[in-house]
C-alpha cells in the first residue's frame, strides 16, 4: 500500500499558477503509475494527468494539455503537477493516486489503488 499527502493547493486568480506536490510512502513512485485526479463539485472524478512507471512516459486529458506538467523526484519519493495558465473550471480538488502493481489503464480513474487525501484548488475569474 502507497500512503500519499498531497500540497500545494489554494486560491488564485485565472491566468495563474500552482505547483502540487505528492509526498509517497510504503512505495517507490517509480514502481507505481502515478496519477492526478480532480473532482469539482457536483460532478464525478476526472483524470487529469499521469505519469508511467518505467518511462516516465506522461499523459494529460486534453482540458490541461499544454497547461499543466507532470514529473517525479525518485530521490524524493515526490510527484508534482505544475499548473500554468488556470481558468475557473480547473477549480477542483485534486488527488494524487497510485496504481501498483502498474497494470491499470493510466487514464482510467479506478484503476488507481490508494489516493491521498486531496488538496483544494480554486480558480477565481
Known amino acids: 500500500q502507497v500512503q500519499l499527502v498531497e500540497s500545494g493547493g489554494g486560491l488564485v486568480q485565472a491566468g495563474g499558477s500552482l505547483r502540487l506536490s505528492c509526498a509517497a510512502s510504503?512505495?517507490?513512485?517509480?514502481?507505481?503509475?502515478m496519477g492526478w485526479v480532480r473532482q469539482a463539485p457536483g460532478k464525478e472524478r476526472e483524470f487529469v494527468a499521469a505519469?508511467?512507471?518505467?518511462?516516465?512516459?506522461?499523459y494529460y486529458t486534453t482540458s490541461v494539455k499544454g497547461r499543466f506538467t507532470i514529473s517525479r523526484t525518485n530521490a524524493k519519493n515526490t510527484v508534482y503537477l505544475q499548473m500554468n495558465s488556470l481558468k475557473p473550471e480547473d477549480t477542483a480538488v485534486y488527488y494524487c493516486?497510485?496504481?501498483?502493481?502498474?497494470?491499470?489503464?493510466?487514464?482510467?480513474?479506478?484503476?488507481?489503488?490508494?489516493w491521498g487525501q486531496g488538496t483544494q484548488v480554486t480558480v477565481s475569474s
Open positions: 493516486a497510485a496504481d501498483h502493481p502498474p497494470y491499470g489503464t493510466v487514464r482510467s480513474v479506478p484503476s488507481y489503488d490508494d
Open positions: 510504503g512505495r517507490t513512485v517509480s514502481d507505481c503509475n
Open positions: 505519469i508511467s512507471w518505467r518511462d516516465a512516459n506522461t
